[in-house]
Nanobody, 132 residues
Framework: DVKLEESGGGLVQPGGSLRLSCVGS????????MSWVRQVPGKGLEWLAY????????NYAEAVKGRFTISRDNSINTLWLQMNSLKTEDTGLYFC?????????????????????????WGQGTQVTVSS
């Protein structure tokens, strides 16, 4: 079975940092472009960051650009999201997802609503809470 497992979430004060991890199993990690998506309380899903299968291309939502960094190591089937300068509005449930052949951001504007069918595989999510 395919499994994506996120970890690294927690409670952090505004201005703090967290590093999320996503470990994959049951799939050839290296053939998938991947993204991070979050569910914010009271709002829909929000796309955050993208990385191509070879880790040569990244792209970020304006809300996190300059603060978040996406990276991956296919040799250990792991994706990361380094989150710095966290804000209270970053609170949410963070998911790693696999992209289909055409990345979501390439044919959507960032504010477009997301459905679970927009991406392939999903992890179970890791909660990030930014609060003083």
């Amino acid at each position: 079975d395919v499994k994506l497992e996120e970890s690294g979430g927690g409670l952090v004060q505004p201005g703090g940092s967290l590093r999320l991890s996503c470990v994959g199993s049951g799939l050839r990690y290296s053939v998938y472009d991947m993204s991070w998506v979050r569910q914010v309380p009271g709002k829909g899903l929000e796309w955050l960051a993208y990385i191509d299968k070879g880790a040569g291309t990244t792209n970020y939502a304006e809300a996190v650009k300059g603060r978040f960094t996406i990276s991956r190591d296919n040799s250990i089937n792991t994706l990361w999201l380094q989150m710095n300068s966290l804000k209270t509005e970053d609170t949410g449930l963070y998911f790693c997802v696999t992209e289909y052949a055409v990345p979501w951001f390439s044919y959507h504007v960032e504010t477009s609503p997301i459905s679970t069918s927009d991406f392939g595989y999903w992890g179970q999510g890791t909660q990030v809470t930014v609060s003083s």
